[in-house]
């Protein structure tokens, strides 16, 4: 699988997960779409979405967006304990 066809299904998958969060009644959804995320996807999948913002974060929708942004906050918070 080459690297952009990774990173499209990556944002297809990310927005899935945000469309199901953005329909629920939680207050929070971002941190529920961030949670999900943590949980069950592989390091290297966190890595390459948040590389993805990185470089402009194309293709995700809004609530994802913020999500990934505090996904990589979180990341980089971690990663200086």
């Known amino acids: 699988m080459s690297s952009h066809s990774t990173v499209d299904t990556l944002v297809k998958m990310a927005n899935q997960i945000g469309d199901f969060f953005s329909a629920q009644k939680s207050t929070d959804k971002v941190a529920g779409i961030v949670d999900h995320i943590q949980k069950f996807w592989d390091p ?3 890595a390459n979405i948040i590389k993805h913002l990185a470089e402009g ?4 929708n809004p609530l994802v967006l913020e999500a990934i942004k505090r996904l990589a906050q979180n990341t980089q918070s971690a990663g200086s304990k």
Request: net charge positive; proline share 0%; hydrophobic share 45%.
């Open 44 to 46: 290297r999948m966190r």
């Open 57 to 60: 974060g194309a293709g995700l």
